[in-house]
Every structure is written in structure tokens, then in C-alpha cells.
């Protein structure tokens, strides 16, 4: 059983900083993808940034720039540090991961942390 617990969700105001967690526990090999997700009231949840294994990322254009998603392999964790928020940035912020179980199967599973609130306000 694999586990992705986040935090360091909250109210910030607008210009503001936050910088999230997610810490990935349980019978685990190894993990290669992880990211976050996020999902505004009456929209479609979206990809905000990934970082593989080796540490190559990827970012939503709408946060290139004032996100940095990173990693500490050691710890199974992802951080998104989240600078200069909008109102617009205001959403349920999900953790990702892919990995595999064991040595000796290849098979990569996907899992989902239960997410964190974040909201930009004044």
C-alpha cells in the first residue's frame, strides 16, 4: 500500500508565497514521475508541473516562472513552491507519483494524494 500525504496548503494573499509537500510512504521500490495537480471550482483539473527521477521538469504556462517543483529522492518527496499567487491560483492542489513496487516486476503504478486547498485571497 502506497501513500501520498501533502501539506502546506492555506489562505494567502495575492503576491504571496506557499510551498507544498508531498511525502510518499509504504512498500515502495522506486518512484519516477511525480507531480501536481490542480482543480479549480467548475473547471477541469489541470497539470501544474512534473519532475522526473533525474530531475527534468515540466510546467503549466500559466506558473512558468513564479512555481519550482522539486524532489528529494531520499525522502520520496515532492515540493511546489509557489511565488507571486493570484486569485486565479486559488484551487485543490493534488500530488502524483509513479512507481514501481518491487525489483523484480517492471510494472509502474499510479497514486494520488487527497489534496491540499490552496486559496489567493485579499
Known amino acids: 500500500q502506497v501513500q501520498l500525504v501533502e501539506s502546506g496548503g492555506g489562505l494567502v494573499q495575492p503576491g504571496g508565497s506557499l510551498r507544498l509537500s508531498c511525502a510518499a510512504s509504504?512498500?515502495?521500490?522506486?518512484?519516477?514521475?511525480m507531480g501536481w495537480y490542480r482543480q479549480a471550482p467548475g473547471k477541469q483539473r489541470e497539470l501544474v508541473a512534473a519532475?522526473?527521477?533525474?530531475?527534468?521538469?515540466n510546467y503549466a504556462d500559466s506558473v512558468k516562472g513564479r512555481f519550482t517543483i522539486s524532489r528529494d529522492n531520499a525522502k520520496n518527496t515532492v515540493y511546489l513552491q509557489m511565488n507571486s499567487l493570484k486569485p486565479e491560483d486559488t484551487a485543490v492542489y493534488s500530488c502524483t507519483a509513479v512507481a514501481r513496487l518491487t525489483w523484480y516486476e517492471k510494472r509502474e503504478y499510479d497514486y494520488w494524494g487527497h489534496g491540499t486547498q490552496v486559496t489567493v485571497s485579499s
Open positions: 519532475i522526473t527521477s533525474g530531475g527534468r521538469t
Open positions: 509504504g512498500s515502495i521500490f522506486s518512484i519516477n514521475d
